[in-house]
């Protein structure tokens, strides 16, 4: 049951602040959609750029629910106890706890979420196409890991993240005979039935040969992801190739089967104001690291080299920065030491006061927008130490400072605590809106009311949306009360995770009104800046409407007929003096997703300030390849796909009126034995690029043996063992013998394979006859199958293995 109701009071003047609409998407008491029975329960909900939403909640009658798609149609995606399991094993039964995990929905509709097993353990289900598919769960084997299970719970699935393309990406714990506080942590990813382990602790970093994952438990709990499925991590290293003294930690980034070590401590770093001879010094297991879908890295690395100071606890010193860009294209947001923008001479920015920093203080947005938490320096207190900066196309701006009155409430209400330490502060989209979360303090301020959400903006500075414990106007001369106010995702408009704040300036919130849990939307409305000058006079010939901005010439009462307009501004036709900006750029594709090697036609299509759509001519706007596997791309929007050895998502981007949007593209890798050097040679592309990295390598040709095992790298790949694994390989032989009954043995199996035993007794063609045909469970690693009526004088046996 929506309600539609304003903050603000909208006048024909440029100088007022935009106002800020607010929607009630579900509240408690309401019918609940798809249903018959009444909402009871709202947990937190997320949204994404198309404005739809994910929720999950109780009714009365049907037990816990989820719910998603456009807010004035949701629809119910998932039933806890249902009569029918989900597809796939184990059923789901259950939600999951959304205080502490939240939902996903990404820009194409389909849906991530956490739910409770008919086990004793959690697991993570998708709804892509209007299916509900299990992904993995606690107590499953875990690929590319033999003997080992997942040990998921709601610590360790927080940093789960859906991809465009339906894959999901998650860490887990795992556990296992041989698994230690060493190598018990992994990070998987991947569609329904093809997960993939894409790192775990203590293994070679992927794309490296003598550099490993250090064994400190949780190297991979700060995970992120985008929208369009690359992952950047932060992570300790060791080996031979991480043994120097300042080269013991890096970045990773990339997609399955093609992760690299981006970035690791002891690279030169180069920026204006540093040293020729300054170094990355390192980044720890937990340092926070944002990726949107170009490709861009946020992250907080400290520095060496000459006239570097500070220490890592210490206040002072120059030797941290936070830093954002494309490998080997890094620039500096903001460093350590230096001036704080927009605040009094001698207060200086501090970044944060460890080495283990919450991940919580940085936001990445996918235009290369950023915001983050910085702790001050110099001339302050403890009571004004603490600031959120937002940088805008390379310009840092103060958002909101500890200390400050607080903007919108009674005088003497101060912002008093932007810690993240104790919760989600902010989040930021494309347009340059920031999201605050901020406690508050001073005269009137208890327990009950010390919390304010906001929207910020350049031009309009801090707007109240709604503070803690206070009235807000529902409707007309209805007043109800607001409950505890919380945010749950710090990350930008294209992100892989639970997001508040999209692209289209709204913000979801789960919260109380008058006791009531309900899923609120706040909307930023920014409209056209103009001033209308009418025309002294008219007559049948027309006029003459003129401003700074725009000159147009009109028959009387009719825009239709104009003759000229300037490119900032559009003219409604059949509306006179009525005018609308462009504020955002959509961008799709036909087909998608593409072959490779084929074409794909971009479009694009202009989002206007009330919301109206404006299709581009597709060579309008400027287009260009932001990333991922394109050749190229036309002005007039015909893109090329590469060459690829897995199906890859890649970026488009339109640029039209100074604004840009970028679009999602899916390669499909629809030859798995072409890509450059590891084509024609009878081995699956991807394989060889997840075992031996990008070509060239020498070692994944099919007659290679690296590992020095029994096999060569084409029997491997056809029977689905490790090929760098010199322990990884099937054995199969005879234990014992007696006249009628012979003992056979396979060791090594793998689970999920179907492995055929045959006898024969004079190893002809066709006299082949199968004894045993099984396909592999998850739990036994050897099995002994007895022939008991094996022939005398001579039997001879042989294995036909097929993975599923």
């Known amino acids: 049951m929506n309600r539609l109701f304003y903050i603000g009071l909208v006048l024909a003047q440029s ?24 909402v009871t329960r709202i947990y937190k909900g997320s949204t994404n750029n198309s404005g739809e939403v994910i929720l999950g909640g109780r009714t009365n009658g049907a037990g816990p629910i989820v719910w998603a798609g456009d807010p004035t149609a949701l629809q119910v995606i998932a039933e806890g106890n249902q009569a029918s399991p ?167 980034l990339g997609t399955p089967g093609a992760f690299t070590l981006a970035l690791q401590s002891g690279s030169p770093a180069s920026a204006p104001g540093l040293p020729g001879d ?58 350590r030491g230096d001036p704080a923008p927009g605040l009094p001479p001698g207060v200086d920015l501090s970044i944060y006061q460890s080495l283990n920093p919450d991940e919580r203080i940085i936001a990445l947005a996918s235009n290369g927008d950023s915001a983050f938490i910085s702790s001050l ?78 929207f910020w903006t350049v031009a309009d500075g801090l707007q109240l949306i709604a503070q803690e414990g206070s009235p807000l106007e529902t409707s007309p001369g209805t007043f109800q009360t607001v409950g505890d106010l919380s945010l749950n995702g710090t990350m930008g408009d294209d992100s892989g995770h639970g997001r508040n704040l999209n692209n289209r300036n709204e913000a979801v919130i789960a919260t109380e009104l008058d006791g009531n849990e309900v899923l609120l939307r706040a909307k930023l409305v920014i409209p056209a800046t103009y001033t209308l000058v009418h025309a002294d006079t008219h007559s049948s010939a027309g006029g003459i409407i003129t401003s700074s901005n725009y000159t147009s010439a009109a028959t009387t009462g009719h825009m239709a007929d104009a003759e000229g307009a300037s490119a900032d501004y559009l003219a409604k036709p059949g509306f006179a003096g009525q005018l609308y900006e462009p504020v955002s750029v959509l961008v799709s594709a036909s087909p998608d997703p593409v072959d490779e090697e084929a074409t794909t036609q971009a479009s694009a299509t202009v989002v206007m300030d009330d919301s109206t759509l404006l299709p581009l001519a597709n060579t309008t706007p400027a287009w260009e390849v932001m990333a991922g596997p394109f050749t190229g791309i036309t002005a007039g929007g015909l893109a090329t796909a590469d060459i690829v050895y897995q199906n890859e998502t890649g970026t488009l981007r339109a640029t039209y009126a100074g604004i840009s949007g970028d679009g999602l593209v899916t390669v499909i890798d629809s030859d798995p034995d072409n890509y450059q050097d590891y084509a024609a040679d009878g081995i699956d592309d991807d394989w060889q690029v997840s075992n031996f990295g990008l070509p060239p390598n020498s070692d994944a040709a099919p007659g290679e043996n690296p590992d020095a095992d029994p096999y060569d790298n084409l029997f491997e790949f ?25 003992i056979l043995e396979l060791s090594k199996v793998i689970p999920g394979t179907r492995y055929t035993l045959e006898r024969s007794t004079n190893l002809q063609p066709g006299n082949w006859a199968p004894l045993y045909d099984t396909v592999v469970g998850s739990t036994f690693l050897d099995y002994e199958l007895p022939d008991k009526s094996a022939p005398d004088p001579a039997a001879f046996y042989r294995v036909d293995v097929n993975p599923e």
Not at 430 to 450: E, F
Request: hydrophobic share 40%.
């Open 15 to 38: 100088a007022l602040a935009a106002p800020i609409e607010l929607d009630v998407i579900l509240s408690e008491g309401d019918p609940g959609p798809g249903t018959a029975a009444t």
């Open 377 to 454: 320096t110099g001339a302050v207190t403890s009571d004004d130490n603490t600031a959120i900066y937002a940088e805008l196309d390379g310009t840092l701006h103060p958002v909101i400072r500890e200390g400050d009155q607080a903007e919108g409430l009674a005088p003497g209400v101060l912002i008093n605590n932007l810690n993240p330490g104790i919760g989600v502060r902010f989040a930021i989209n494309a347009n340059g809106i920031v999201l605050v979360l901020a406690d508050l303090t001073g005269t009137g301020i208890t327990g009950a009311n010390d919390k304010a959400l906001y």
């Open 278 to 335: 300054a170094q990355f010094l390192g980044f720890s297991n937990n340092s926070p690291v944002r990726v949107n879908n170009a490709g861009e890295l946020l992250f907080i690395s400290s520095l060496s080299g000459t006239g570097i100071s500070g220490n890592v606890t210490a206040g002072t010193g120059n030797f941290i920065a936070l830093w954002t860009g494309t490998p080997g294209n890094y620039r500096i947001v903001a460093r």
């Open 86 to 252: 989900a597809p796939g094993n184990p059923a789901f039964n259950n939600l999951a706890n959304y205080s502490a995990i939240y939902p996903i929905i990404n820009d194409n509709g389909d849906s991530a979420f956490i739910g409770a097993t008919d086990g004793t353990g959690i697991g993570i289900f998708t709804h892509i196409g209007g299916v509900l598919q299990h992904i993995a769960s606690h107590g499953e084997a875990v690929p590319g890991a033999p003997g080992t299970t997942f040990q998921m719970n709601f610590g360790n699935l927080e940093t789960t993240a859906f991809a465009l393309n339906g894959s999901s990406f998650f860490h887990s714990s795992i556990e296992g005979a041989m698994v230690t506080s060493a190598n018990n942590d992994v990070l998987c990813g991947g569609p329904s039935g093809s997960v993939q382990l894409l790192a775990r602790e203590g293994d070679l970093v992927n794309g490296e040969s003598d550099i490993f994952f250090d064994s400190v438990n949780g190297v991979l709990n700060e995970t992120r992801t985008s929208s369009a499925g690359t992952t950047a991590y932060c992570a300790s290293l060791t080996g031979p190739g991480a043994s120097g003294p300042d080269n013991g930690s890096g970045i990773i």
């Open 718 to 742: 056809l029977t689905g063992y490790d090929p760098n694994d010199p322990s990884s390989f099937l054995t199969f032989r005879i234990v014992d013998r007696s006249p009628s009954t012979a």
